[in-house]
């Protein structure tokens, strides 16, 4: 059976772009997963336009290091979201494997938000985590990249160069 519900266009350059006024792509949000046996994920908001989520594989010691993976998700900056059930299940199975302490960022998407606002919002992320290198105390530091990141070889230059 056919949909009878008509998709109000807001642009339409045709036939290259037509701007519609909900996505027509993507799969559904998932809620991060409690501890778990394997791999354990929560979200962080790192202001009000960024935000990450985190993936912590089972550590077979408590003060374990592991290597980091900020990962920025696909979607060529429109579609999709790193709470989407596609890449909350990709990264948790990466995280299972790799070892890795994985941030997975959301950024804001066009066309509500043009470029280059998916950059600023994923520079903003890629500091965030850098930054608990220069003040590993800081009380809004998430404790499980502050417990368990390597994070050495950063210096306070390479985090946040001169001109940015």
Known sequence: MASTTKLEILTDLSPFIKVYTERLLGTPYVSPSAQ???????????SSNVSVRL????????????????????G??????????????????????????????????????LLPAAYDDSWDALKWVCS??????????????????????????AIAPAGI
């Open 36 to 46: 778990d046996t394997t791999v354990a994920s929560k979200d962080i908001t790192i």
């Open 55 to 74: 993936f912590l594989p089972k550590l077979s010691d408590p003060t374990q290091k592991l290597p980091v993976l900020v990962y920025y998700h696909g």
């Open 76 to 113: 060529g900056f429109c579609v999709e979201s790193a709470f989407s059930f596609q890449y909350h299940r990709y990264m948790y199975l990466l995280s299972a494997v790799s070892g890795a302490l994985v941030v997975s960022v959301e950024y804001r998407l066009a066309p509500e938000h």
């Open 132 to 157: 608990h290198v220069l003040d590993q105390t800081h009380p809004e530091n998430d404790q499980w990249i502050t417990n368990h990141a390597i994070l050495t070889g950063f210096s306070s230059a």
